[in-house]
């Protein structure tokens, strides 16, 4: 019996882990890493600040991080990339490429 029941909580984190969000949005697997694809995102597109998503948020779902564009307050790493100039520094530059 205790085998059992061990056997059917390894089988549904197995399941968990290989599930696809059913978001169906690109998923990081770190809060980091989603803000380094969020900024990465703004400057490839060339995002005016206001468009485009604006923070990061931890999926219900699958536990990963998604973009959100719904979010009342922007990420604070992009915040500051748009305070400094850099983002529109690295727009401009990548224009040139
Ligand atoms: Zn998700």
């Known amino acids: 019996m205790v085998f059992v029941t061990f056997f059917v909580s390894c089988e549904k ?3 968990l882990k290989k599930m696809k969000c059913q978001t169906g949005k690109n998923s990081y697997s770190t809060k980091s890493l989603a803000e380094t694809a969020l ?3 703004h400057i490839h597109r060339n995002f005016p600040p206001e468009q ?3 923070d990061v948020y931890q999926c ?3 536990g990963e991080w998604h973009f959100t564009s719904k979010s009342t307050s922007r990420n604070v790493r992009l915040q500051e990339m748009i305070d400094s100039g850099e ?3 690295l727009q401009q530059a990548r224009r040139w490429e």
């Open 13 to 15: 984190i197995f399941e």
């Open 39 to 41: 900024i990465d995102i």
């Open 52 to 54: 485009g998503p604006q």
């Open 60 to 62: 219900e779902f699958c």
């Open 87 to 89: 983002m529109r520094r």
